[in-house]
T-cell receptor
Framework: DGGITQSPKYLFRKEGQNVTLSCEQN?????MYWYRQDPGQGLRLIYY???????QKGDIAEGYSVSREKKESFPLTVTSAQKNPTAFYLC?????????????FGPGTRLTVT | AQRVTQPEKLLSVFKGAPVELKCNYS??????LFWYVQYSRQRLQLLLR??SRESIKGFTADLNKGETSFHLKKPFAQEEDSAMYYC???????????FGQGTTLQVKP
């Protein structure tokens, strides 16, 4: 079940620490996305990247940062500035950055900050 | 503003009963609409999209621009349909998806 992978599955951190979530895809997709999933709130877009070396803020980018140095990889860093970082994080990719295309999702990383 | 609303948090039906999961959207242009599904312990995956007008696992969804709705329907629910369903709106040239809050469908035996 390759395609798009996220690691680790569970992550625990102390408050005040930055943490980086990994997202890799072997689908040769141009576009990649990070979402946050909270109960009762659906999925909210954190950052997205339409092409290598370019990315844009989504709806809830504050306290997060990303990089897109390689087509296959789109890591997300949750910084200490994120006020409520405990959540389930989903990475996705699509063949192109167009609203017409299906997004393929990873299995997610559950981050717990105490 | 672009918005997707799924008014029901939980929908519980008996096996064999018809199912309708509601989705309303707000979008000024020509919408691209999707239904995604998340089964227990599986990743989120596409169920169907309005542009292909297909039926997947017996589910259909018709885009009603007048009512700005994209409700998901199935005439006879099965237990394996129990899952979380998300309606999503595709945004222009960015590929951004705007998701509704999700509806948990529970099909009882």
């Amino acid at each position: 079940d390759g395609g798009i992978t996220q690691s680790p599955k569970y992550l625990f951190r102390k408050e005040g620490q930055n943490v980086t979530l990994s997202c890799e895809q072997n689908l040769n997709h141009d576009a990649m996305y990070w979402y946050r999933q909270d109960p009762g709130q659906g999925l909210r877009l954190i950052y997205y990247s339409q092409i290598v070396n370019d990315f844009q803020k989504g709806d809830i980018a504050e306290g997060y940062s990303v990089s897109r140095e390689k087509k296959e990889s789109f890591p997300l860093t949750v910084t200490s500035a994120q006020k409520n970082p405990t959540a389930f994080y989903l990475c996705a990719s699509s063949i192109q950055a167009s609203g017409r295309y299906e997004q393929y999702f990873g299995p997610g990383t559950r981050l717990t900050v105490t | 503003a672009q918005r997707v609303t799924q008014p029901e948090k939980l929908l519980s039906v008996f096996k064999g009963a018809p199912v309708e999961l509601k989705c309303n959207y707000s979008y000024s242009g020509s919408p691209e609409l999707f239904w995604y599904v998340q089964y227990s312990r599986q990743r989120l995956q596409l169920l169907l999209r309005h542009i292909s007008r297909e039926s997947i696992k017996g589910f259909t969804a018709d885009l009603n621009k007048g009512e700005t709705s994209f409700h998901l329907k199935k005439p006879f629910a099965q237990e394996e349909d129990s899952a979380m369903y998300y309606c999503a709106l595709g945004s222009g040239n960015t590929g951004k998806l705007i998701f509704g809050q999700g509806t948990t469908l529970q099909v009882k035996p």
